[in-house]
């Protein structure tokens, strides 16, 4: 069984997880191979590899849009794992550093303090990732994906209605020390709104609003609801 440092450990099977944390949707062999300038058998390999060690999971779909006899057989594909703590050696435990930092700041002024430090990180990712505004909402909120995945987080826009986007994570940033501390769960809604910002031309962070759920599911994808404020705001089931 590979242990995920091993395979983060190595060139090859990084920069193969690296492509499918870029990608808004589950890899397949032939794109890794296309995308890598190798073999499809030496990219079978290397995703197998990442999926024994975790890190992505193996499913299955038809690619062609058919159903039914005549449709071919499903492609085998595979999709970032959702990603429960950071992939450290030795262990730095960051999670517990930072709840006592926040414990330690004045209880009134603490909720709005964190936020605060959410939006700065999130304008810090912005900066990093080369995020550009755009004109509408929806191209905004895809270049928040995009963006991420740059940095090797990955992202897609699962809906979007009027000035409302549900985008789903499994690698959200700070996923692992929301699972951890699930208090600090501002610091998380301050960098998306941070993000969804930088993205859209005509909103500032004060009229982006912001909701989560998943975050501490197992088995869960992150999926976060991105609203400019005034436009059609919907409400996200089952947040935390």
């Known amino acids: 069984m590979m242990h995920r440092l091993d395979s ?15 990608r808004p949707s589950p890899v397949t062999a032939d794109e890794v191979a296309g995308a890598q300038g190798i073999h499809r058998n030496v990219a079978r390999a290397r995703l197998e590899r990442l999926a024994e060690a975790g890190l992505l999971i193996r499913s299955f779909e038809r690619r062609t849009g058919r159903a039914g006899p005549g449709a071919g057989r499903p492609a085998k594909t595979y999709r970032v794992a959702p990603e429960l703590a950071a992939i450290e050696f030795p262990a730095r435990r960051y999670e517990v550093l930072i709840g006592l930092i926040a414990d330690a700041l004045p209880a009134g002024a603490r909720r709005g303090r964190l936020h605060e430090v959410g939006i700065g990180f999130g304008r810090a990712l912005a900066v990093e990732a080369r995020l550009r505004s755009a004109k509408t909402f929806e191209t905004g909120m895809r270049r928040v994906c995009a963006a991420l995945g740059r940095l090797g987080y990955q992202a897609a826009v699962a809906d979007v209605t009027g000035e409302t986007a549900v985008i789903t994570t499994p690698t959200c940033p700070l996923r692992p020390l929301v699972r951890a501390q699930p208090r600090l769960a501002i610091l998380d809604r301050g960098m998306w709104e941070a993000l969804a910002a930088a993205a859209l031309s005509r909103a500032g962070v004060d009229q ?13 994808d992150c999926r976060v609801l991105l609203s400019v404020r005034g436009g059609r705001d919907q409400p996200l089931p089952n947040a935390s």
């Open 8 to 22: 983060v450990g190595d060139p090859e099977l990084r920069a193969t997880l690296l492509f499918a944390r870029a």
């Open 208 to 220: 982006i609003t912001c909701n989560t759920s998943g975050c501490r599911g197992d088995h869960l």
